[in-house]
């Protein structure tokens, strides 16, 4: 586990370019927190660090916005406005997720059950002004992502 605290938006947004940097085809990013936690944030960071040209918004209505000519192919899901599981399961997530590209899923803790078991799980929680960003892989494969953590400079890691 990881935890940090990130003080400006642009250090979100750092954070999630040192996730992107390390991204690889199949990884699975499930990021949980409240609205204006920073999740769309974190992704802005994550995919232009991926090569993705121009503006990254928050998938809240289309659900998946692709950007295939990422460095890894990139998807960003965003689950806010779906209520059940059989909703998931309709866009046909559970067989793309972990498979085809890699995933960067807001609101996946609302589904917990569909997901790959070797993922990352970020938690994002308001603390004062600033943000704490809680990281846990539960899998060899995204726990080389938890580097992007321990990278020195801002924003530093406090071990946990
Ligand atoms: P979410 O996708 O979780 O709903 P957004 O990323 O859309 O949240 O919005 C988060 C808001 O918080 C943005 O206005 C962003 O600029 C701001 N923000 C992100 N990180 C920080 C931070 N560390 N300190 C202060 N504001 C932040
Ligand atoms: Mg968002």
């Not at 390390?22 to 609205?35: K, N, P, Q």
Request: with cysteine; proline share 6%; glycine share 10%.
């Amino acid at each position: 586990m990881r935890s940090l605290v990130t003080t400006s938006p642009e250090s979100t947004a750092a954070l999630g370019a040192r996730v992107g940097a390390r991204l690889f085809e199949g990884a699975v990013v499930l990021l949980a927190g409240d609205l204006g936690a920073g999740k769309t944030c974190f992704t802005q960071g994550l995919a232009r660090a991926l090569g993705v040209e121009g503006a990254v918004q928050s998938p809240t209505f289309v659900l998946v916005q692709e950007y295939p000519d990422a460095r890894v192919p990139l998807r960003h899901a965003d689950l806010y406005r779906l209520e059940r599981e059989v909703e998931v399961l309709a866009l046909g997530l559970e067989e793309r997720v972990g498979y085809d590209g890699a995933w960067v899923i807001e609101w996946a803790d609302r589904f917990p059950d569909l997901w790959p078991a070797d993922r990352l799980e970020l938690r994002l929680t308001h603390h004062g002004e600033a943000r704490r960003i809680e990281a846990v892989a539960t899998g060899p494969r995204h726990a080389a992502l938890l580097a992007a953590f321990d990278e020195p400079g801002e924003p530093a890691a406090e071990r946990t």
